[in-house]
């Protein structure tokens, strides 16, 4: 009831899309077969709602009644909010590959420099864009985090291991980054053309 309600209000002011978050923090507003049901929506990871719905599969239906876009916010590397703190099931990636995470600050952040953790974000995007009806995947503003005072980012093992070929760690980082989106790009593009695939222009 409340998001039909605020598709309501969309369209009676005339906008064309939404950008609604489906994947907060390595968790799913949607049926995934790699990802957990988000604690979000009851409160406790890995709980689908009762009774059972499909939360993405509603709101893009939703939308389209409406002639709105549905555009699939996701966050590509926050993987635990309080990095002290994982409320996570046992079959979370935060168990299964504790390699694949860094802490910084106060959460934890899967490493965009391991290979294997830009093919898993890839995985489940793909997923969503074949079995769901998306107009649209959206990402935040950042890929690596803001920087914490004069702390580093903990990556150096990542770029011991993977970052030879770069004058510098920040042109590493940079490419990290770009091999992501230009993979992802290409991946979305041959499954649905008519995907869009933006990122919100300012970036870390």
């Known amino acids: 009831q409340e998001f039909i309600a605020i598709l309501d209000q969309v369209k009676a002011n005339n906008l064309n899309a939404v950008i609604v978050q489906v994947r907060p923090s390595a968790d799913a507003f949607f049926d995934s077969p790699y990802e957990n049901w988000s604690r979000y929506l009851s409160g406790k990871q890995g709980i689908p709602p009762a009774p059972y719905y499909d939360p993405l599969a509603f709101m893009i239906e939703e939308c389209h009644k409406r002639c709105i876009e549905f555009h699939a916010w996701f966050n590509p590397y926050r993987a635990l909010v309080d990095a002290n703190k994982n409320p996570n099931l046992t079959n979370h990636a935060t168990y299964t590959h504790p390699d694949w995470f860094v802490k910084y ?5 899967f490493d965009p420099g391991l290979p294997e953790v830009r093919e898993y974000f890839t995985k489940i995007i793909i997923d969503v864009v074949k079995r769901y009806d998306i ?4 990402f935040d ?10 702390t580093e980012f903990p990556d150096y093992k990542s770029y011991t291991k993977y970052g ?4 510098n760690k920040d042109d590493w980082r940079r490419n990290n980054v770009n091999v992501l989106i230009e993979n992802l790009s290409k991946k979305i593009k041959a499954e649905k053309p008519y995907v869009k695939f933006g990122i919100s222009p300012f970036g870390v």
């Open 105 to 109: 600050g106060t959460k934890k952040y």
């Open 135 to 138: 107009d649209a995947v959206h």
């Open 141 to 150: 503003d950042y890929f690596y985090p803001y920087r914490e005072g004069k």
């Open 164 to 167: 030879n070929n770069f004058a």
